[in-house]
């Protein structure tokens, strides 16, 4: 049965009230130069904005950074992000492997911003700038299979061999001929087209190493599924996290509101009822120095991470090149925990090799020696699974790659002053796009928050108290229910701040846009919001289809300028 809008045209600023708060066009006063200038330019507030607009716009430091004594740690942990890791055992950037995602951070994340588009064929992971990474999941519950990593591993050092071989997988892109936003025509009423397109995904069992092995316990081994999902932009992460975690509450409890209104269609209410989050839906930490104690989630399509400190980037940092740390000691290989491990323990061919292997590590750190033992099988077994090898990167090395994390500014919004820009600012509002992508947030104190503990002090990081930002996300889950849509069909709300300069920052063809880079430009983007009747965003999409072509070209114009 089709869905009948709730949210008719009288209802949008009722609705707007109940979502929205925050959209105020103040001046900042903290400099008196540029008081002319209106505070939503200042995307990550006067703290935490960048005014370069070059191929480096995502790379710069915050002014809190540049005026404080953070910037030589910023520089370290920039190097960091930015070079590969090597399979040596000692030296900077040292210890990659045994099997890894990526040898670098800048590999995912071009011009330090979202990964690019990638081409139909065959999936290379390797190329610069492919930021899409696999997601494969049990097409009978859209979990995570578990004899893989969540993020697997497509690479590795001699003498393992990685879990997936990528030589074997390809990418078509196909076109969408429904859209319920515009009645399954694919052009506007004006006579100008769009076209919808989608990524998908053939893996053959055939490219999973060690499958026969796999299938003795997973017998439904080839009810999988393949997905891509896109990196997201990593600039300003440390603004966010100075958003009070009551606040992003609050904004839930909104939504709520809304949804028992009938102003949305889904609502998460696995983890959010009656105005506050539901036991087991908090972020923690008992695994890597974290005492449990419970985080509001915002990072990650998923959500599946609190506080940035240990969240995407602190993770990423290590089970990417799979490099262990102090807080790390073990390898990052599969979800079950021991699938590689038996596998590569009984591969004949690697056995041949490890003696020559772990001597290496032993010239190094004479902690791999227990490794070393007369029974090849069981001596891998044991390095594989073993929770506390020696740590790779240092806790200075560490520290400065999350000072340069936390202390990425944001882009200042562009072109303010245009009629065209300000023009799409008021449809922005008017159409309903806010009601998801809320404008502005007010940071707090901004006290430092580690769930691993690693981290206990304000004076380690740098920090953004009291500023209002920009970043257009509400911090929760909707559902758009696209074709081929992201695994659980939920995803946080992306935000908006930045992204009109994705191509001059990454080299990109098109504007890469969504959690699999599937719309090239702003209108596919918003037309994808409405393929669905069920969609979260129908109603703002229709309104959008329905705009004369001047005033769509401006929401375009204040999408990309922002």
């Known amino acids: 049965m089709k869905y009948q809008s709730l949210l008719v045209p009288s209802l949008i600023v009722s609705v707007m009230t109940v979502l929205f708060t925050g959209c105020v066009n103040e001046t900042p006063t903290d400099n008196p130069d540029v008081e002319t200038i209106p505070a939503w330019v200042y995307a990550g507030g006067v703290q935490g904005t960048s005014f370069n607009s070059t191929a480096n716009c995502f790379e710069q430091p915050t002014p809190k950074v540049e005026a404080g004594d953070w910037i030589t740690m910023f520089k370290r942990g920039e190097q960091l992000f930015?070079?590969?890791?090597?399979?040596?055992?000692?030296?900077?950037?040292?210890?990659?492997?045994?099997?890894?995602?990526r040898s670098s951070c800048i590999h995912c994340h071009p011009g330090y911003g979202h990964g690019m588009s990638i081409p139909a064929g065959t999936y290379n992971s390797m190329e610069i700038g492919n930021g899409t990474l696999l997601v494969v999941y049990d097409k009978s519950d859209e979990n995570y299979v578990t004899w893989v990593a969540g993020m697997p591993q497509l690479h590795a050092v001699a003498p393992f061999k990685a879990p997936i071989d990528e030589k074997q997988i390809t990418v078509t892109w196909q076109t969408a001929t429904e859209c319920a936003a515009s009645n399954n025509v694919m052009s506007f009423p004006d006579g100008e087209s769009f076209e919808l397109r989608y990524p998908i995904v053939n893996m053959p069992v055939s490219a999973i190493y060690g499958a026969d092995i796999i299938a003795q316990n997973n017998p439904n081994i080839n009810n999988y599924g393949v997905k891509l999902e896109n990196t997201i932009g990593i600039f300003g992460t440390g603004l966010t996290d100075a958003i009070p975690d009551d606040s992003i509450t609050a904004q839930w409890a909104r939504e709520e509101e809304a949804y028992n209104k009938g102003y949305l269609k889904h609502f998460k209410t696995a983890w959010f009822s009656g105005g506050?989050?539901?036991?087991?839906?908090?972020?923690?930490?008992?695994?890597?120095?974290?005492?449990?104690?419970?985080?509001?989630?915002?990072?990650?399509?998923?959500?599946?991470?609190?506080?940035?400190?240990?969240?995407a980037g602190?993770?990423?940092?290590?089970?990417?090149?799979?490099?262990?740390?102090?807080?790390?000691?073990?390898?990052?290989?599969?979800?079950a925990g021991t699938n590689y491990a038996t596998i590569s323990s009984q591969d004949p061919e690697v056995q041949a090799e490890w003696p020559a292997y772990?001597?290496?590590?032993?010239?190094?750190?004479?902690?791999?020696?227990?490794?070393?033992?007369?029974?090849?099988?069981?001596?891998?077994?044991?390095?594989?699974?073993?929770?506390?090898?020696?740590?790779?990167?240092?806790d200075n090395d560490y520290t400065d790659f999350m000072v340069w994390h936390r202390g990425l500014a944001v882009p200042a919004v562009r072109d303010y002053r245009d009629e065209k820009v300000l023009r799409g600012k008021e449809l922005f509002n008017e159409i309903g796009c806010a009601t998801c992508h809320r404008p502005s947030w007010k940071t707090g104190p901004d006290h430092i928050q580690d769930p691993s503990r690693f981290f206990t002090r304000d004076q380690?990081?740098?920090r953004y108290p009291n500023q209002t930002i920009w970043p257009y996300t509400d911090f929760v889950q909707h559902k758009l229910c696209m074709a081929e849509d992201i695994r659980t069909g939920w995803c946080r709300t992306t935000p908006l701040w930045g992204r009109g300069l994705h191509m001059k920052a990454t080299g990109d063809v098109n504007e890469a846009r969504l959690h699999d880079t599937r719309a090239r430009n702003c209108v596919e983007a918003i037309m994808w919001h409405g393929y669905s009747e069920e969609s979260d965003a129908i109603d703002a999409t229709r309104r959008f289809y329905n705009l004369p072509k001047k005033d769509r070209d401006a929401l375009v114009a204040f999408l990309n300028a922002i």
């Open 314 to 335: 602190a993770n990423a940092i290590w089970n990417i090149p799979n490099v262990t740390r102090s807080n790390r000691t073990f390898h990052y290989l599969d979800l």
């Open 276 to 311: 506050a989050w539901l036991p087991g839906a908090y972020y923690t930490n008992t695994k890597q120095g974290g005492d449990g104690t419970p985080y509001v989630r915002r990072y990650t399509y998923a959500m599946s991470r609190g506080p940035i400190l240990d969240a």
């Open 358 to 394: 772990i001597d290496r590590l032993i010239a190094a750190d004479s902690a791999y020696a227990k490794y070393k033992l007369d029974n090849v099988e069981e001596a891998i077994y044991a390095y594989l699974t073993a929770k506390d090898l020696p740590a790779e990167m240092s």
């Open 82 to 101: 930015e070079k590969q890791y090597t399979s040596n055992q000692t030296g900077v950037r040292s210890g990659l492997g045994p099997v890894y995602v």
């Open 460 to 462: 380690e990081m740098p």
